[in-house]
């Protein structure tokens, strides 16, 4: 069986996430916005898995959470752990259970993108008893999770497009 | 529930999983290589890219930063004339060049910043030097203007630098005009505004603002005299009270993009008698 397409595809996204990846720590790159940058990689994670089964999704999630891990800890932890987890089901229900359409992808990354940016908030920040704690979220991570939202609709639409583009017929 | 995991697609999350703990922990223990390999992959990337945006500065930003730093020169020169003692000494302590000379006991290692992490609420950074070029764990890390944070955790090619704005510092230090000693930490809310605080103060500490804040050398972390900041505000916690001064860096943290990391010094890892 022919699988050119889906290996382009593949090779698409891993290029996507690479750029993503250095778009997102390079300074000076991303503008800040009311303090924040975005966290380009969790919704790319998370829109890829939209398009693709469990499987290709679970090691895109993979990919991104081990790129914003080191990233952040030089270390193997929360994002590559949590994103593995939640692309592999987001790849599972979308196959089986959901259709894929706009309302259906915006509630997808809102949910997670929320989720996981609090969850990593209360992990590395709350618990670690850094101080300032609803000062620090109000000022960073809420615009943080609206950043990353957005992006995440931006992302939507690029991983539709490859998705649509390099599919075997 | 039991059809689920009985599944190829659930057996292969499962064996996934297995091998990103067995990494996490391998990570957790303080084995470098999975960092290392990570990083040997993605530096060179991040070197070419973080080269590529380093004078990418419009005109405004350079006026604004231009007008800030004649505003910066005319204060260090009054307080020169107060601090003549200070001063020619700091001065010199801030040219690499001099560094050295002036501190021969110094071992300096000039680095870039490769990287900036998006999600971290003090501005921490990477550079482009690890423990291959003798960069180990706390060593302090500086510019011309004064001590920028220190080294976090490091890997073979490079390092993460926690800042000075982060409350993971904790330095001992000292008023260079009054002598009171206290320990400069950081917090959110003085991070947004690239300042720090000088805490752990006597309540009549005769702190005053202009006073210039160094390193005190106990503890064995940092060399004295290192240069911390300079005191805008005295303030009082909302909690217990407890005084303590706001320092500005002499460097914009923020926007740092080549440092020094001091690999070696005169008494590195000694705790001096009177350290808390």
Same mark, same amino acid.
């Given at each position: 069986m022919d699988r050119r397409y889906t290996v382009f595809r593949y090779l698409a996204y891993s290029l996507e996430l690479l750029l993503l990846f250095i778009l997102q720590t390079t300074p000076r790159l991303l503008p800040e916005i009311f303090g924040s940058k975005p966290l380009l990689l969790l919704p790319a994670a998370i829109t890829i898995s939209f398009f693709e089964s469990e499987i290709p999704s679970m090691f895109f999630g993979l990919a991104s959470g081990l790129l914003l891990d080191f990233g952040y800890?030089?270390? $193997?932890?929360f994002f590559t752990i949590t994103l593995t987890l939640s692309c592999f089901f987001i790849g599972l229900i979308f196959r089986?259970?959901? $259709?894929?359409s706009f309302l259906n992808a915006t509630v997808f990354i809102v949910m997670f993108c929320t989720s996981l940016l609090i969850l990593h908030f209360m992990f590395s920040y709350v618990f670690a008893g850094k101080g300032d704690v609803f000062y620090y979220f109000s000022h960073h991570i809420i615009s943080r999770i609206v950043y990353t939202f957005v992006c995440g609709i931006l992302l939507y639409f690029l991983n539709k497009f490859l998705y649509k583009n390099l599919r075997d017929s | 529930m039991r059809d689920f995991f009985s599944t190829k697609s659930a057996k292969i999350l499962i064996a996934t999983l297995a091998v990103i703990l067995v990494l996490a922990i391998l990570g957790a223990t303080g084995n470098p290589w999975v960092s290392s390999a990570f990083s040997f992959i993605t530096n060179g990337l991040s070197s070419v890219t973080a080269n590529l945006t380093e004078?990418?500065?419009d005109y405004e930003t350079l006026k604004s930063e231009n007008e800030k730093l004649k505003q910066e020169i005319a204060d260090l020169r009054t307080q020169l004339v107060d601090y003549d003692d200070v001063k020619s000494e700091n001065s010199r302590l801030w040219k690499y060049y001099k560094l050295k000379k002036s501190n021969p006991d110094y071992e300096i290692l000039p680095a870039s910043v490769i990287r900036r992490d998006?999600?971290?609420?003090?501005?921490s950074f990477t550079i482009d030097a690890g423990t291959s070029s003798g960069i180990s764990v706390q060593d302090p890390v500086i510019t011309e203007n004064g001590v920028i944070g220190f080294v976090n955790s490091v890997n073979a090619t490079s390092s993460k630098v926690t800042t000075i704005?982060?409350?993971d510092m904790q330095a001992g230090a000292?008023?260079?005009?009054?002598g009171e000693s206290g320990i400069v930490t950081g917090s959110a809310v003085l991070s947004d505004e690239n300042r720090t605080a000088f805490t752990k103060?006597?309540?009549?500490?005769?702190v005053k603002k202009g006073d210039i804040i160094v390193t005190s050398?106990?503890?064995?972390v940092y060399p004295a005299d290192l240069i911390l900041g300079k005191i805008t505000d005295i303030r009082y916690d909302d909690y217990d009270a407890a005084k303590y001064a706001v320092i500005k860096p002499f460097e914009d943290i923020k926007a740092v993009t080549d440092v020094v990391v001091l690999t070696d010094f005169k008494n590195k890892g000694e705790i001096k008698k009177g350290a808390d």
């Open positions: 800890s030089d270390n $193997v932890g089986d259970y959901l $259709v894929i | 004078g990418n500065k998006t999600n971290e609420a003090f501005y704005l982060s409350p000292v008023d260079k005009k009054t103060i006597d309540a009549n500490a005769k050398g106990i503890g064995g």
